[in-house]
T-cell receptor
């Protein structure tokens, strides 16, 4: 019962470095998404995907790239890290058979950019 | 601008008290969800409400979807320390969209 798996759990980056946050799900869900969570801001949608090869921007996409080559994986790339990207990042997946299905979340990646 | 406004932002109560948290919007939603998040974990779905005026109960938690499908409330009866957490409402901006937008959350602390 792995569900949604995120790696790493913690990461410290220097300003300007790049990295990839990994997300994998084993539930055969078509819909996957990335959120960031900052104090007092709830979760804000970064990018999402409705299936392999299809991605789109959410509310706060700048500074992030995504790709979806398989149903299982949805990595999030930080191109040039900035202190403003210090946050907790959550990946989620859901069954796209209905417009508002249950979203299953990973445990999050806590990223600090110094 | 937040699509979903939650209130209050923070609530600290004594064990055994009742409380209500609110999720409001100027938009109409086809359905709305409530999630609970504990420290160090991702959110977990509590309920989905679909019909205007709908009331759903989950043990001591009662969820209501407004008649006009623009707002929702979560009422907890006889709160317990185990209810402590961040409560988030979420909705899609349109019936055909798979984008899930979250409110800013209500952080609940139940003191023993």
């Amino acid at each position: 019962n792995a569900g949604v798996t995120q790696t790493p759990k913690f990461q410290v980056l220097k300003t300007g470095q790049s990295m990839t946050l990994q997300c994998a799900q084993d539930m055969n869900h078509e819909y996957m998404s990335w959120y960031r969570q900052d104090p007092g801001m709830g979760l804000r949608l970064i990018h999402y995907s409705v299936g392999a090869g299809i991605t789109d921007q959410g509310e706060v996409p700048n500074g992030y790239n995504v790709s979806r080559s398989t149903t299982e994986d949805f990595p999030l790339r930080l191109l040039s890290a900035a202190p403003s990207q210090t946050s907790v990042y959550f990946c989620a997946s859901s069954y796209s058979g209905q417009a508002l299905g249950e979203a299953f979340f990973g445990q999050g990646t806590r990223l600090t950019v110094v | 601008t937040q699509l979903l406004e939650q209130s209050p932002q923070f609530l600290s109560i004594q064990e055994g008290e009742n409380l209500t948290v609110y999720c409001n919007s100027s938009s109409v939603f086809s359905s709305l969800q409530w999630y609970r998040q504990e420290p160090g974990e991702g959110p977990v779905l509590l309920v989905t409400v679909v019909t205007g005026g709908e009331v759903k109960k989950l043990k001591r938690l009662t969820f209501q979807f407004g008649d006009a499908r623009k707002d929702s409330s979560l009422h907890i009866t006889a709160a317990q320390p185990g209810d402590t957490g961040l409560y988030l409402c979420a909705a899609s901006p349109s019936e055909s969209s798979y984008k899930l937008i979250f409110g800013s959350g209500t952080r609940l602390l139940v003191r023993p």
